[in-house]
């Protein structure tokens, strides 16, 4: 398809355990963003990458969530020792560099 | 902080326009005017950006005030699809988006 693709679409993990989120943008664009949607409220911005490289990580919550983009192009979100306030909708978007941002249908993870 | 001031909710009839506001007082002269909506389930979708001039597209016009402190998304003729909550963004090219609550709007049949 042409837009941006995200899987899993549901993720049920047990607390304490890794998670990997997958996000395959837009062919040929160049920014990449992540968010989390929590229930109810508005997505908040996690990192930002330019290519490869990651500008802006301010977003991330703690040290257990990591990101990258090796390639430039799929890029990944992994939390590490996952807990329930993990809980939520994780959002990838992608962007020609002066143009909007296109967002994928997110990720559900659900931690128990 | 979203940055952006909008209505809560929102009721429209079927057929009728739409007309969403927003304000963004403090919006500085580089920062665009973004309006994306979202259906439940679904990621954000992209409706329509201006800098200082009204913009249409097929889905929608963006009605930006001269001193650019607030705007007006414009839904001509809502459809029962049209119900979701639709965000008003202020924001410079290639940054990450400021979400606030959104207006949630409903099109009743």
């Known amino acids: 398809g042409a837009g941006v693709s995200q899987s899993p679409r549901y993720k049920v993990a047990k607390r304490g355990q890794d998670v990997a989120l997958r996000c395959d943008p837009i062919s040929g664009h160049v920014s990449l963003f992540w968010y989390q949607q929590a229930l109810g409220q508005g997505p908040e911005f996690l990192t930002y990458f330019q290519n490869e490289a990651q500008l802006d990580k301010s977003g991330l919550p703690s040290d257990r969530f990591f990101a990258e983009r090796p390639e430039g192009s799929v890029s990944t979100l992994k939390i590490q020792r996952t807990q329930q306030e993990d809980s939520a909708v994780y959002l990838c978007a992608s962007s020609l560099k002066v143009q909007p941002q296109h967002f994928g249908d997110g990720t559900r993870l659900s931690i128990l | 902080d979203a940055k952006t001031t909008q209505p809560p909710s929102m009721d429209c009839a079927e057929g009728r326009a739409a007309n969403l506001p927003c304000n963004h007082s403090?919006?500085?002269?580089?920062?665009?005017v973004y309006w994306y909506r979202q259906i439940h389930s679904q990621g954000p979708q992209y409706i329509i950006h201006?800098?200082?001039n009204n913009e249409t597209n097929e889905m929608a016009s963006l009605i930006i005030t001269e001193d650019r402190k607030s705007s007006t998304l414009i839904l001509p003729h809502a459809t029962l699809r049209d119900t979701a909550v639709y965000y008003c963004?202020?924001?410079?090219?290639?940054?990450?988006?400021?979400f606030g609550k959104g207006t949630r709007l409903s099109v009743i049949a």
């Open positions: 403090t919006i500085s002269g580089n920062e665009y």
């Open positions: 963004i202020r924001g410079r090219v290639d940054t990450p988006l400021v």
């Open positions: 201006g800098l200082k």
